[in-house]
């Protein structure tokens, strides 16, 4: 099956900082990967779509000059937590669409587990 | 509403049980629809596609209704290591944006 590779799985940082996570297709190309956040207890929720070689498409409420995404390649889309705070901080991770033969099917990244103190 | 609906349980229940989870999603143009599991502090994993016909896998049937835009998941023998979340997963096409119920939590005891 395809492959999601997400790093790092678990990051520590000082408030106001900022964080870069990369989410990597490594056997098959996706254009298209999509960025969840979830909290503890809680449901995946969708922040955005990321769009390879053109600007990301955030769901409403993600302000998206707070998580900025980058996808300039086939097979990397980054996230970053711009002036990260302690709010920010759960579990983020990705997904990229393989389409298979009868339906497309979502492989995830491991997911980041972001801890801001 | 929320776009998917599942009842959050969890549902405790001895080895060797039967357990059925429901969702109810509210977009009508849903494409494609999906149940998820998910382990504590994992990435979710697909569990199985869920077809309009209805689909066995083993010990887990998934059903379609999509008059009543409902999904439903039966689990038959429970395992110890059935216990995670399951998620009821609709994809909305397109660009194959899926969108998560808040899941079902199952813990499966001996």
Redesign the interface.
């Known amino acids: 099956g395809a492959v999601v590779s997400q790093h790092p799985s678990r990051v520590i940082c000082k408030s106001g900082t900022s964080v870069k996570i990369e989410c990597r297709s490594l056997d098959f190309q996706a254009t298209t990967m999509f960025w969840y956040r979830q909290f503890p207890k809680k449901s995946l929720m969708l922040m955005a779509t990321s769009n390879e070689g053109s600007k990301a498409t955030y769901e409403q409420g993600v302000e998206k000059d707070k998580f900025l995404i980058n996808h300039a390649s086939l097979t990397l889309s980054t996230l970053t937590v711009t002036s990260a705070h302690p709010e920010d901080s759960s579990f983020y991770i990705c997904s990229a669409p393989y389409a298979k033969r009868l339906y497309t099917e979502a492989f995830f990244g491991q997911g980041t587990r972001l801890t801001v103190v | 509403r929320k776009e998917v609906e599942q009842d959050p349980g969890p549902f405790n229940v001895p080895e060797g049980a039967t357990v059925a989870f429901n969702c109810t999603y509210s977009n009508s143009a849903s494409q494609?629809f999906f149940w998820y599991r998910q382990d504590c502090?994992?990435?979710?994993?697909?569990l199985m596609?869920v077809y309009s016909s209805g689909n066995e896998d083993g010990r887990f049937t998934a059903q379609l209704n999509r008059a009543s835009q409902y999904i439903s998941l039966l689990i038959r023998d429970s395992k110890l290591s059935d216990s995670a979340t399951y998620?009821c997963?609709v994809?909305l096409g397109g660009?194959?944006?899926?969108?998560?119920?808040?899941?079902t939590r199952l813990a499966v005891h001996p």
Request: no cysteine; net charge positive; aromatic share 10%.
């Open positions: 494609s502090r994992k990435e979710p994993k697909l596609s998620l997963v994809n660009y194959n944006k899926l969108i998560f119920g808040a899941g």
